[in-house]
């Protein structure tokens, strides 16, 4: 492909440099082309895409240790269960000066260097000639008295200028070193920090996404600038966990006219205000940052929370790793009233933490994923990460007018569907992402008033409802509880709706469902999960006016009911792992 494309350049009249062909991370090349030949690369066979480079930026702009650790903390202490000293993060950044005295013998600096010219220039300075970004996350990461996870190892790629600027083909190009030289130490849990971000990159985010199936933990800053992550890359890929940044009230950071971003794509939040780490001015300044850099260090930092966990348990996968960091986090921790308010409910309130030692048994580990609203289009459509499984789909309609939901599979990957009735102003669709031992769940439809799981192997662990023809969907249905795991099935309320059972397989694992009746006026029904159990399914149910929908919060089930109707029934399925 890259012959074919200097051979028709050249025969239009045009020069191609080829920059960089990958060999490990993607099958792509980078290229500098005139503009003139856009339309003949996209027109070459095996191309599926041409994006023109961008950049990407520094997102920098002490109560930090005392807030990621477990209560009670003796005061004036700052102990983690492990030093995380079986980690290795590899962090993407300015450089750092290696000499300092928070993180001398601790940061090793590679060979890797692929930055862009500095603004006004024709070079870029020096790495140990840069401001303190690299070398302040690097001692927030691993230092001797600011770090979060003291023995973690750190490794430094340079792809960031003195300016904090870099280049989407430059974080690719560090993305691809660090796949290729993974396997010098193949048993060292690998953690890639990316603190910096740019505008939305389909690119990036594939290189990310490819680095994450090959087992590397990538941990990225969610971008300064009060805006929905998902704009922005690599906050933006759902392999990446995206990190929010707070102040010492627990409230999402605001810095001058810039703050936080936020959003269904951010994953956690840490401290991320008036940060204190090494300073690059000299082996023994220190200096105070602020930024979703600074956060995201606290959660590969957090690798320092992460690096402490995967030093526990070094099998962990991407996707079990931001299982147990959601897990131990403290929830409803972040204050979202400074939030605009159609992002508050999107926005996780999860404030990163260090487990307890010794940590505790295995649970079953499910989080929420949220689609982008529908908008104009009568679709959401929500799917759950690399080796987590679907265990159940719900829907939400702001405006109270939707069609339901049900999980569809697509080249053998689950989306949970939401459908929004016409007229409706859009849905959401809310899956129920689970991790646990590979064996596939499976879905039974059926337009009878009940359907269950087929065979005694599986268990019910959700229900969803959709209609075709009806102008809105007041209620599915709802789970019915049976007197063995056999016997729940989803039962249906008129004749107009499908019922979808989700049911996976039952070894290790009980279900039950849980019901709540509304308790007054309000709108909103709640119901939780007793200590020890994991929600899975979350439905809402009225025999009322339409209802906005249902979804889950933590191991909450909430069911929503349309503004001055009475509220509805919230129905949990709540399951456990048996050992």
């Known amino acids: 492909t890259v012959r074919r494309l200097q051979a028709r350049a050249a025969r239009r009249g045009y020069l191609t440099e080829v920059l960089h062909v990958f060999q490990h991370l993607l099958p792509a090349f980078v290229v500098k082309m005139s503009s003139d030949v856009l339309d003949t690369a996209l027109k070459l066979p095996h191309v599926e895409y041409v994006e023109e480079d961008s950049y990407v930026f520094a997102q920098s702009i002490p109560w930090n240790l005392g807030r990621i650790v477990p209560a009670p903390a003796k005061a004036g202490a700052y102990s983690p269960p492990n030093k995380g000293e ?4 590899y962090l993407l950044d300015t450089g750092v000066q290696s000499t300092h005295r928070e993180i001398e013998g601790r940061v090793r600096v590679t060979d890797f260097e692929s930055v862009p010219e500095e603004d006004g220039t024709r070079f870029h300075r020096q790495a140990s000639k840069c401001d ?5 996350m690097a001692g927030v990461l ?5 770090g979060v996870a003291k023995g973690a190892n750190v490794r430094s790629l340079r792809v960031l200028n003195c300016q904090g600027k870099g280049t989407v083909s430059g974080t690719l190009l560090g993305l691809e070193f660090i796949n290729a030289s993974r396997g010098a130490r193949p048993s060292a849990p690998p953690v890639a920090l990316l603190p910096f971000a740019g505008a939305y990159s389909r690119v990036l985010n594939a290189g990310c996404r490819r680095l994450v199936a090959d087992g590397v933990v990538l941990i990225a800053a969610a971008g300064n600038y009060k805006d929905d992550a998902c704009l922005y890359s690599p906050a933006s890929e759902p392999e990446v966990i995206t990190v929010g940044a707070t102040n010492s009230q627990d409230q999402p950071a605001s810095m001058g006219s810039l703050g936080t971003n936020f959003g269904r794509c951010v994953d956690v939040f840490a401290p991320g205000d008036d940060i204190i780490g090494a300073s690059s001015d000299c082996s023994t300044c220190f200096t105070s940052q602020s930024g979703t850099s600074q956060a995201a260090a606290h959660v590969a930092g957090e690798r320092g929370i992460a690096a402490v966990l995967l030093s526990a348990e070094p099998a962990l996968s991407p996707a079990e790793l931001r299982q147990r960091l959601l897990r131990f986090a403290d929830k409803d921790a972040v204050d979202a009233a400074p939030l605009p308010a159609e992002q508050r409910l999107l926005t996780p309130a999860a404030m990163a933490r260090l487990p307890p030692a010794p940590l505790p048994e295995e649970r079953l580990s499910c989080r929420t994923v949220w689609s982008a609203h529908s908008g104009g289009s009568r679709y959401a459509a929500a799917r759950c990460a690399r080796h987590e499984e679907m265990f159940s789909c719900s829907s ?6 939707r069609l339901g939901e049900r999980v569809e599979e697509k080249d053998g990957v689950k989306e949970c569907v939401a459908r929004s009735a016409f007229g409706g102003g859009g849905v959401y669709a809310v899956a129920r992402c689970c991790t646990r031992p590979p064996g596939g769940c499976r879905v039974h439809s059926s337009d009878r008033e009940a359907v ?3 065979t005694p192997d599986h268990v019910l662990t959700g229900c969803s409802f959709h209609s075709d023809t009806a102008a809105a969907l007041g209620d599915g249905g709802r789970p019915v509880l049976g007197t063995g795991n056999s016997t729940h099935r989803c039962a249906r309320v008129t004749s107009a709706t499908t019922s979808h059972a989700s049911c996976c397989p039952a070894t290790g694992l009980e279900c039950r469902v849980k019901e709540q009746a509304p ?3 309000a709108e909103k029904t709640t119901v939780s999960c007793d200590e020890g159990w994991t929600l899975t399914g979350c439905n809402v149910y009225s025999l009322g006016a339409a209802a906005l929908g249902a979804y889950a919060v933590d191991d909450t089930c909430v069911a929503a009911g349309s503004p001055g109707a ?3 029934a919230a129905v949990a399925v709540c399951c456990r792992s048996r050992h």
């Open 86 to 89: 079986l980690a290795e993060i």
């Open 132 to 136: 303190s970004h690299g070398t302040h």
């Open 142 to 146: 691993s230092g001797r008295d600011a």
């Open 396 to 401: 939400f309609a702001p405006g109270g007018r």
């Open 452 to 454: 269950g799981c087929s």
């Open 519 to 521: 308790l007054g006026p």
């Open 566 to 568: 009475r509220a509805p």
